[in-house]
């Protein structure tokens, strides 16, 4: 992904937060459509973001959001139905060169490509890759893409970790780090930012090299 580009989110509460933040920290412009006043608030005071609080499926909040200066839609909600409308408006009336999507049903993902959706994302599936560590970084590159080079980096936390029973938004990451994964009792679990840090936990954050560093020893309270 090129940096300084103009990026429209659509919903997905904790999903937009974090990856807002991912995003700015990249240098791209990001503006938010969600129907959660929280999550507008909480973003527009946290990062240099443009946040409106709406319905994506009609057309006047798409384009109060400036929709067709959009380099890229990404939609992240809940519902595939939902993800799947926002994509095919952002392709079909606004020509978006780029439509992404969460699909949570990974049997919907056949139709969705069938629909011109150019990137779907299934989150059971990218956990099960993580599990079975088949071309782990390849993958999360393939889904997560950034304009510099990314390092994943497992981190296991040991009794002696500053950060256990700590959640992760209170942990002081760098701007460019993202928890993908958390690995525990040998079950994923999809981080949110109320997530507390156990021991033994197998954190699997992705990051520019210049801040992995600064990021792993966060997580390991080195």
């Not at 009336?93 to 069938?114: G, M, W």
């Not at 497992?154 to 928890?179: G, M, N, R």
């Not at 040998?186 to 992705?206: F, H, M, R, S, W």
């Amino acid at each position: 992904m090129e940096c300084d580009m103009n990026i429209l989110l659509v919903n997905g509460f904790q999903k937009s937060y974090f990856l807002a933040k991912s995003l700015c920290g990249q240098g791209h412009h990001i503006t938010l459509i969600a129907k959660n006043q929280n999550l507008c608030r909480n973003l527009a005071e946290s990062v240099e973001i443009v946040c409106i609080l709406g319905d994506a499926g009609n057309t006047s909040v798409l384009e109060q959001a400036e929709i067709k200066k959009a380099d890229i839609v990404i939609a992240l909600s809940d519902s595939d139905a939902e993800n799947l409308m926002i994509c095919e408006l952002a392709k079909r009336k606004y020509h978006i060169r780029l439509a992404v999507s969460i699909v949570n049903n990974p049997a919907n993902i056949e139709f969705f490509e069938q629909n011109g959706i150019d990137y779907c994302i299934s989150e059971s599936d990218l956990i099960d890759s993580l599990i079975r560590k088949e071309n782990m970084g390849n993958s999360i590159r393939r889904f997560l893409p950034a304009c510099s080079d990314i390092v994943v980096k497992e981190v296991t936390l040991t009794a002696k970790s500053k950060i256990l029973d700590k959640k992760l938004w209170e942990i002081p990451f760098p701007p460019q780090c993202t928890v993908v994964c958390i690995i525990r009792n040998g079950t994923a679990v999809i981080p949110q930012g109320t997530t507390e840090c156990k021991e033994n936990d197998k954190l699997i954050i992705l990051a520019p090299s210049t801040a992995m560093e600064e990021a792993a020893a966060q997580l390991a309270g080195s």
